[in-house]
């Protein structure tokens, strides 16, 4: 199985600060034959379901503000709010889609400080 | 917009099967891979398994000889069975969707349902 660790489990950032959370996968989700990274990040909120903010690592979903950022490639991923927002209050899930079973991180809970 | 409702039991008894249904509605359940996935209370996120558009499924190992994932083109609805069940089935569990066709991506949920393993 693919293990997927996050980091911090837990941040604290100001208003209009920015939060940086890193996915470390235990393997590369990198599939050489078309250069993709099978990994996506998602928003969950108190009492409801994720909400995809990216895939292919970077790729952001339709809707999401760009104040949200994907990068990294292979085994190394971070995913970045450029300016935290109250709305932003939530824990962080990256996630590989790159081989069976799939997994995700253990969540990144992000706070205002 | 496509939405995604869970239904089944919240409480089912040790050893019993659990049986959830999702409803899709805004959209046709076919072409789409359907997946399913569950979170314990206040844990994280643990993968179940998939149906593809094909009809072919893929589970999680560690659940792979109690779990059966299936559609019903006729009702547009997805389905989960997982039998055997103990107390560490308990969580909430998640109804989800290709973001769009023939994609495994998830990028539709359900609101989820909790379901409670208890005598």
């Known amino acids: 199985d693919i293990v997927m660790t996050q980091s911090p489990d837990s941040l604290a950032v100001s208003l209009g600060e920015r939060a940086t959370i890193i996915c470390k996968s235990s393997?590369?989700?990198?599939?050489?034959?078309?250069?993709?990274?099978?990994l996506a990040w998602y928003q969950q909120k108190p009492r409801q379901p994720p909400k995809l903010l990216f895939y292919?690592?970077?790729t952001r979903e339709s809707g999401v503000p760009d104040r949200f950022s994907g990068s990294g490639s292979g085994t190394d991923f971070t995913l970045t709010i450029t300016s935290l927002q109250a709305e932003d209050v939530a824990i962080y899930y990256c996630h590989q889609y790159y081989s069976s079973p799939w997994t995700f991180g253990q969540g990144t809970k992000v706070e205002i400080k | 917009q496509v939405q995604l409702q869970e239904s089944g039991p919240g409480l089912v008894k040790p050893s019993e099967t659990l049986s959830l249904t999702c409803t899709v509605s805004g959209d046709s359940i076919s072409n789409h891979y359907w997946t399913w996935i569950r979170q314990p209370p206040g844990k994280g996120l643990e993968w179940i398994g998939f149906i593809s558009y094909t009809g072919s499924t893929n589970y999680n190992p560690s659940l792979k000889s109690r779990v059966t994932i299936s559609v019903d083109t006729s009702k547009n609805q997805a389905s989960l069975k997982l039998s055997s069940v103990t107390a560490a089935d308990t969580a909430v569990y998640f109804c989800s969707r290709g973001r769009s066709a023939q994609t495994s991506i998830i990028g539709y949920w359900g609101q989820g349902t909790l379901v409670t393993v208890s005598s």
């Open positions: 292919w690592a970077s």
């Open positions: 393997q590369s989700v990198l599939y050489s034959s078309n250069n993709k990274n099978y």
